[in-house]
């Protein structure tokens, strides 16, 4: 439930700034979104499907990391999130 719902945040909640950052048809897919207790924070594995993957490598992956969390404080959630990303191209 969370990871769709964080996935679905950032897709429509916060497509203007992916499309800003990443270009025009770009979406994110999250693969996992997990609780490591050791750490006391979610950890969250992230794909992002780009069309334009020059103008993308330029902010990637600190783009993606500052939307994933900008979408992340909408959840509403206290605890720290660690964020692993990948990029994809798709055509």
């Given amino acids: 439930m969370r990871k769709e719902l ?4 950032i ?3 916060l497509k203007l700034t992916m499309t800003t950052y990443f270009g025009e048809n770009c979406y994110v897919k999250v693969k996992s979104l997990d609780f490591i207790r050791s750490k006391k ?14 103008k993308s490598s330029e902010i990637f992956p600190d783009g993606l990391e500052i939307i994933t969390k900008l979408g992340w404080k909408v959840i509403g959630r206290d605890k720290p999130l ?4 990948s990029i ?3 055509n």
């Fill in 11 to 13: 897709n429509k909640s």
């Fill in 82 to 85: 660690i964020v692993t990303s």
């Fill in 41 to 54: 924070s979610h950890l969250v594995c992230i794909t992002i499907f780009v069309t334009d993957i020059e």
């Fill in 6 to 9: 964080l996935e679905n945040i």
């Fill in 88 to 90: 994809e191209y798709i």
